[in-house]
């Protein structure tokens, strides 16, 4: 059975093996990297729900202890390499992101079509003839959209609209400004060139807390390729919402305060794509020069962000000027 030392577990529709425990001390342990944890996808999923962007709402099934209730998402594979990369970077410098799981699907979900084909050797492995590979992370909190009960047009008045998702916005604002990590969240997406860091790519728990999901579209884009990894501002979604709800002095005094801490928990990390490398180029997510394109791009990027920071919130502070 092939090992694939990874930051996530693997999840499987119908039944679970394990590496013999040989294996497993063989390969060791890096860092938060763990080894393959391959389960089973609950069959039926709870309450499975089509959601959007070819997300579900499920269930997943662990060898051992409760069913996990999970988002199961279909991706490309450039998508589920990001998700598996942010990932890792996020759990590397601290910053609060779902448990992650990638999901190998043998049929539970027809519908999905996005994800690559899994290893036909993994496949093998675990009794089944083919499968596809999918995305999951742990339900952990709810969007911002539902926790301030953001209106869609069409559900009221609109005379009464603009006002109640005025109000709304205003709401997610606030919690935005006093949540303790934005400094640092927003500095890593400068860093990880976090593109779609939109409220919907947010969660709070019912602790206050917020969580970061979605990164299918980091590094630049959803279909980054090396061409593409250039050291640019690319915008910065949370300052741009922060801005609005602090002062400048404020706000860039946080968002330098958050690269420092970024910029110290990379260097105490001598490679913080090692808990999702192993996955990626065992399961031939991305090609080889891409994933080292990669690391250099984040490399000469880590002395970047605070210029990055600087020109977003110039950039930010104009928009806010100007509407």
Not at 143 to 157: I, L, Q, S
Not at 264 to 276: F, I, R, T, V, Y
Not at 315 to 321: H, Y
């Amino acid at each position: 059975m092939t090992n694939f030392r990874l930051d996530v577990p693997l999840i499987r529709g119908g039944g679970f093996a394990f590496p013999a425990s040989g294996e497993r001390n063989r390969a060791g342990m890096h860092g938060r990297s763990r080894l393959a944890l391959i389960a089973s996808v609950q069959n039926p999923l709870h309450a499975r729900e089509k959601g959007v962007n070819g997300s579900w709402r499920g269930a997943i099934q662990a060898p051992s202890g409760p069913a996990i209730p999970a988002i199961i998402k279909d991706l490309d594979a450039r998508q589920l390499a990001n998700e598996l990369m942010a990932h890792a970077l996020c759990r590397t410098v601290g910053l609060p992101i779902p448990e992650a799981y990638i999901v190998i699907d043998d049929g539970t979900i027809p519908e999905a079509v996005k994800g690559p084909a899994a290893p036909a050797e993994l496949c093998s492995s675990l009794g089944i003839g083919e499968g596809r590979l999918m995305f999951a992370s742990a339900t952990c909190g709810n969007a911002f959209a539902t926790v301030f009960k953001m209106p869609r047009r069409g559900d009221m008045p609109d005379s009464l609209f603009d006002r109640v998702r005025r109000d709304a916005i205003g709401a997610m604002r606030r919690r935005l400004v006093e949540w303790p990590a934005l400094g640092m969240a927003a500095a890593f997406d400068e860093w990880a060139a976090v593109i779609d860091r939109h409220e919907g790519n947010l969660l709070l728990d019912g602790n206050g807390g917020v969580w970061l999901i979605d990164h299918g579209h980091a590094f630049t884009g959803a279909r980054w390729a090396p061409a593409d990894l250039r050291q640019l501002s690319f915008g910065n979604c949370l300052v741009a919402e922060a801005v609005r709800g602090m002062a400048r002095e404020q706000l860039l005094g946080q968002v330098m305060h958050g690269a420092s801490i970024l910029d110290a928990k990379l260097a105490a990390n001598d490679n913080a794509l090692a808990g999702a490398e192993a996955a990626i180029r065992g399961l031939g997510l991305i090609p080889e020069e891409d994933f080292r394109a990669l690391g250099a791009f984040l490399a000469e990027r880590r002395s970047r962000v605070r210029g990055f920071l600087e020109h977003s919130v110039g950039e930010a502070l104009k928009g806010v000027a100007g509407g």
